[in-house]
């Protein structure tokens, strides 16, 4: 689904499997390791609630403060971090725009181990 014209992003609402904290990487199967990532939530959802989830384009975020031009990963939590991950999956969801935006953009994700 689109969004109004005029605007940069691609959602979906979908019901939560779990409960979700907002601004968290969402996959198909509520972990990050090696299911098909749909998306970033733009807020929290309980059990059984909608939960919407931008899947590409531009999204902001107040308590965000990302270095500008630098990966943004996905833990296998969902977590969002600009950290480098030394275990789990490596997976980039977009890429730091200001220190309060990103653009979601995903790339093929890699075993760390």
Do not use: C
Request: glycine content about 14%; hydrophobic content about 35%; proline content about 6%.
């Amino acid at each position: 689904m689109s969004g109004p014209p005029g605007q940069d992003y691609t959602h979906v609402n979908i019901l939560a499997g779990e409960n979700v904290n907002g601004h968290r990487s969402i996959n198909i199967l509520g972990n990050m390791s090696n299911t098909p990532f749909l998306g970033i939530s733009t807020g929290s959802a309980m059990v059984g609630n909608l939960l919407q989830v931008q899947q590409t384009g531009y999204l902001t975020h107040s308590g965000w403060s990302w270095t500008t031009g630098n990966p943004i990963y996905a833990l296998d939590d969902g977590t969002l971090t600009q950290a480098f991950p030394l275990s789990g999956n490596l997976v980039i969801v977009g890429y730091g725009v200001t220190p309060t935006k990103m653009f979601i953009k995903q790339e093929p994700a890699i075993l760390l181990g």
